[in-house]
């Protein structure tokens, strides 16, 4: 499985961004997938996970400000985040694995490249 990150950039305080995670491969097919973060100077932070079949978890600091959802038939995953705040600021990442646990635990095998979020205050 590869993935590959997109739609970072830069925005206000407050404002939205999109970020899409693309897989390829066969062996996509059940696993789960993830987004995570890392700031500078900072360890990597789980966001969002959610289940083949659509179920979802969220770290308490993106709750109800971040949505992550999935299309299976376009194999992509989504982050849409909104009322950003300046520490959103960082490097993104997806991940994908066959084990959700393995999601959660920032275990995955599998991971995108990272797209750059800058939130400007």
């Known amino acids: 499985v590869q993935l590959q990150a997109s739609g970072g950039g830069l925005v206000q305080a407050g404002g939205s961004l999109r970020l899409s995670c693309a897989a390829s491969?066969?062996?996509?097919?059940?696993?789960?997938m993830g987004w995570f973060r890392q700031a500078p100077g900072k360890e990597r932070e789980f966001l969002a996970a959610?289940?083949?079949?659509?179920?979802?978890t969220y770290a308490d600091s993106v709750k109800g400000r971040f949505t992550i959802s999935r299309d299976n038939a376009k194999k992509t995953m989504y982050l849409q985040m909104d009322t950003l705040k300046h520490e959103d600021t960082a490097v993104y990442y997806c991940?994908?694995?066959?084990?959700?646990?393995?999601?959660?635990?920032?275990?995955?095998?599998?991971w995108g490249q990272g797209t750059l979020v800058t939130v400007s205050s």
């Open positions: 991940a994908a694995d066959p084990s959700y646990q393995a999601v959660v635990d920032d275990k995955s095998d599998y």
């Open positions: 491969g066969r062996a996509f097919i059940g696993y789960t």
């Open positions: 959610i289940r083949w079949s659509g179920g979802r």
